[in-house]
């Protein structure tokens, strides 16, 4: 047990108490309940509600433009923290304990942003908010599955990640509504609901499986020379394309209901109508990139999704805003906000299907290495639209840019290295 322990904070982004059979007091589908209320609440309402929220809050003048824009880019930069501790603390305490407890600090953060005491404030907490959203991002995946039969988990994961687009859908239907009660209404609705969701997934949390003793100091041990370089190359490789990827997603995922709303002029109404519509895309986004992977391979389905993104960035990048342009532009990119996930996780467990051990580790980096870009893309381009007269087809066209960026480095890495 010493030996675990030890190989666990060397390691501490392989959580020990992920492994093992299902526990038979939480049958899988409560299991994958639990994950599926989880990003709906760390993703779904705490970091995409505020999207529909932004244009109030600045009509309301509770933060100028700038200030706000920033407040939105303070969730990404708490995500980044999130994922890089979600398994230190996932080693330290039991993992569904650290699941409650993410959930709980989410609804607490929503609950606190109904009272924007000042800029300080409501910053903390919306990194609170991210924190808690990437450290579910990287447990609640990997929990889930890991009591799941394999033949089983290709629909649960893309059950799991709908969460994030049911997030999206009902924030643009609710945030309308409540906001017909005031500001901080909506703020108090949003967090009562993420209270209901935390209950509700309360009780479907796996319990920690025994782990094996030693078996966690021997995984340490091997993991540097186990690891192939093939696989080595390719991982690096794809890291960085779902880092890039994560720059196409910020001019949708942050500005998408600004643009419409006062971009082109069209009101906070119309607005949150195309955030449903960019809900509704991400809430068959998983299941149909799982769908594709199943059909092409995780490796050629990520370069569909690349080539897809890059094409519907390009529509408002080049002033192709008509009606029909920007919805097919919302759909496509909110199918891709929660889709790009499962098949990057598929990816990685491709590339090391004969290492499982390494899986989680490199997860967590691929995790870590989009959150990081995520917040950077976040802030720099707050800073470019207050900087270029409110120029939104600047921030859509590097968007595409990054992401044709991913597709020519996984071109690149593919004739560079040979899967085996």
């Known amino acids: 047990m010493a030996a675990a322990h030890r190989a666990n904070q060397a390691n501490p982004a392989i959580p020990a108490n992920l492994t093992g059979r299902a526990n038979p007091a939480a049958p899988p589908w409560r299991a994958i309940l639990a994950g599926f209320c989880a990003t709906l609440v760390g993703l779904g309402l705490a970091r995409f509600g505020y999207t529909p929220l932004l244009p109030a809050i600045i009509d309301a003048h509770w933060f100028s433009a700038s200030a706000a824009t920033y407040l939105g880019a303070a969730n990404l930069v708490g995500y980044l923290l999130g994922a890089l501790l979600g398994g230190p603390m996932s080693a330290r305490w039991p993992v569904r304990s650290v699941l409650r407890a993410m959930m709980l600090a989410t609804a607490a953060s929503l609950l606190a ?86 209950a509700v997934a309360w009780h479907g949390w796996p319990a920690a499986a025994p782990v094996a003793p030693g078996s966690h100091a021997a995984h340490a041990a091997h993991a540097a020379s186990a690891r192939p370089p093939v696989a080595t190359g390719r991982l690096r490789a794809l890291t960085l394309s779902y880092a890039l990827n994560a720059v196409c997603l910020v001019p949708h995922m942050i500005f998408l209901v600004d643009f419409v709303a006062r971009g082109l002029g069209q009101g906070l109404a119309v607005g949150a109508q195309y955030w449903v519509v960019f809900g509704l895309g991400a809430i068959v986004g998983p299941v149909l990139s799982g769908y594709l992977a199943d059909r092409v391979g995780f490796g050629a389905a990520l370069r569909i999704a690349f080539a897809v993104q890059a094409l519907a960035l390009a529509l408002p990048a080049f002033g192709v805003i008509g009606h029909g342009g920007l919805i097919v532009s919302s759909v496509v990119i909110g199918a891709f906000t929660p889709g790009i996930v499962p098949l990057v996780l598929g990816r990685v467990q491709e590339l090391l299907a004969h290492h499982p051990s390494l899986q989680k580790a490199a997860w967590s980096q691929a995790t870590t290495g989009f959150a990081v870009l995520q917040a950077s893309a976040a802030y720099g381009m707050s800073w470019l639209l207050g900087h270029s007269g409110g120029n939104y087809a600047l921030l859509f066209s590097l968007g595409g840019g990054a992401v044709v960026l991913a597709l020519l480095t996984d071109l690149v890495a593919g004739r560079l290295h040979t899967v085996k």
């Open 113 to 198: 942003c109904a009272w924007p005491v000042d800029f300080a404030w409501f910053f903390g907490w919306r990194v609170v908010s991210g924190s808690a959203g990437g450290a579910l991002m990287v447990l609640a995946a990997p929990t889930v599955l890991a009591h799941v039969t394999p033949q089983q988990r290709g629909l649960a994961s893309g059950m799991v990640f709908a969460g994030i687009g049911l997030g999206i859908a009902a924030s643009g239907t609710l945030v309308p509504l409540l906001l017909r009660q005031g500001l901080a209404a909506t703020w108090i609705g949003l967090a009562v609901l993420a209270l209901v969701l935390t």
